[in-house]
């Protein structure tokens, strides 16, 4: 759910393994706010980290300073065509994904719109599609009333 510039942005302080947050500092609109670390995340990470050994930002170029946004997505989407994945992906793309995934899951869009750092509600429905299955397993309020 992190914008670009924000993973980018990332030093190795902001990963808080013990309280399993992440901390994102000035985030757009100069904006901090916490992210829910996942273990499967932090074992990716401590991966990473044993395999790269980055000193300053969690995420270095070769020559140790801020990867581009444009290498990341240049990395996405040769990954992506490595996988079969043919449809047009970027780091945003990945973003959405993970507010509808947020949504389809039952998260409050409250806590989406915190979770991705958005001032206001609107801006986060933006990112919220529903799928078709999400909408056919709801259930009317009419069904409940005749139950």
Do not use: C, W
Not at 27 to 46: E, F, V
Not at 75 to 87: C, D, E, F, T, Y
Not at 90 to 106: D, I, K, P
């Amino acid at each position: 759910g992190l914008r670009i510039g924000e993973v980018l942005s990332l030093t190795l302080r902001d990963i808080d393994s013990n309280r399993m947050l992440i901390y994102i500092k000035a985030g757009k609109g100069n904006k901090d706010r916490l992210l829910p670390l996942s273990m499967p995340l932090l074992q990716l990470l401590r991966s990473y980290f044993i395999a790269y050994k980055p000193k300053n930002y969690l995420f270095e170029s070769p020559n140790g300073g801020k990867y581009s946004a444009s290498s990341v997505n240049a990395v996405l989407k040769r990954s992506a065509s490595k996988m079969g994945v043919h449809k047009s992906i970027s780091a945003h793309t990945l973003r959405h994904s993970y507010a509808t995934h947020l949504l389809e899951a039952g998260t409050d869009v409250r806590i989406i719109q915190e979770l991705l750092g958005h001032r206001n509600i609107k801006t986060t429905m933006i990112y919220t599609h529903i799928s078709k299955p999400a909408l056919f397993g709801i259930k009317s309020p009419v069904d409940q009333m005749l139950d």
